[in-house]
């Protein structure tokens, strides 16, 4: 009863949200198995290049480091804001959500051979919390008990607390950095007089991820509510 029960749960999660944890989840369970090495999973262009290891294009966005408390906090994080994006803004766009993968992950290789980082992941989750955070300025954060902000300054916060950790502040530079060119170039240069929308999924993706359009009575929940989770938890001003 409880097997079915978590399936149940595990099949409500969206699909990208699903496959993006999960692969991530598999892969650290892998290497804590000894069944494959970190070696094997980083982002290294002469090898991809040279030696056609074309995986590591996919696989330095799926390891987070060993099981312990950096790789649970960039899990809760990953997965609360995938979700919310893809339940809220992103909602019946299947196709955009994986193009924005796509653009965010591609940015993220070009710049990240540039200076030199071998596992991408962190800053993806950055670069979801920070998208999510622009498209909902308004709501109230409240991290670890402690801080009270609004959400635009959760990215800048996740990069404090990783710099507590003494962890790289440059892994969480180049995630705002990203999230940023996509929020301009999605939300904010079409708006702008004379200003155009550059980004156009391609009609290969929306033919593979699109489905058709749902119940228009259907009533979402609240963006800022999947998940369940208290780290980051957000309210909305005036609720």
Not at 20 to 38: D, F, R, S
Not at 46 to 73: A, C, E, H, M, S
Not at 169 to 197: K, M, T
Request: with cysteine; charged share 15%.
């Amino acid at each position: 009863m409880a097997y079915q029960t978590l399936q149940q749960e595990y099949l409500q999660i969206p699909a990208v949200t699903r496959a993006y944890t999960t692969a991530c989840v598999l892969t650290t369970a892998a290497v804590q198995l000894e069944i494959i090495t970190p070696f094997q999973l980083y982002f290294n262009p002469d090898l991809i290049l040279k030696n056609y290891q074309v995986w590591r294009l996919i696989t330095n966005f799926l390891f987070f480091g060993p099981v312990g408390f950096n790789f649970l906090f960039n899990m809760i994080f990953l997965y609360r804001y995938c979700r919310m994006l893809e339940e809220g803004s992103f909602r019946g766009r299947t196709a955009d959500f994986v193009f924005m993968f796509l653009f965010g992950g591609l940015l993220m290789t070009i710049f990240g051979t540039f200076v030199s980082l071998v596992f991408l992941g962190q800053a993806f989750t950055i670069m979801l919390v920070y998208v999510w955070s622009r498209r909902n300025p308004n709501v109230r954060m409240n991290f670890f008990g402690l801080l009270n902000f609004q959400a635009p300054f959760l990215p800048w916060v996740l990069m404090g607390f990783s710099l507590l950790l003494g962890n790289s502040i440059i892994v969480d530079l180049l995630g705002i950095a990203v999230g940023h060119v996509y929020f301009f170039l999605e939300d904010v240069f079409p708006n702008q007089p004379g200003g155009g929308r550059w980004l156009k999924t391609p009609s290969i993706i929306k033919m593979l991820f699109d489905t058709p359009e749902e119940d228009a009575n259907y009533n979402p929940l609240p963006e800022e509510r999947p998940g369940g989770f208290a780290w980051g938890e957000g309210q909305r001003l005036g609720g």
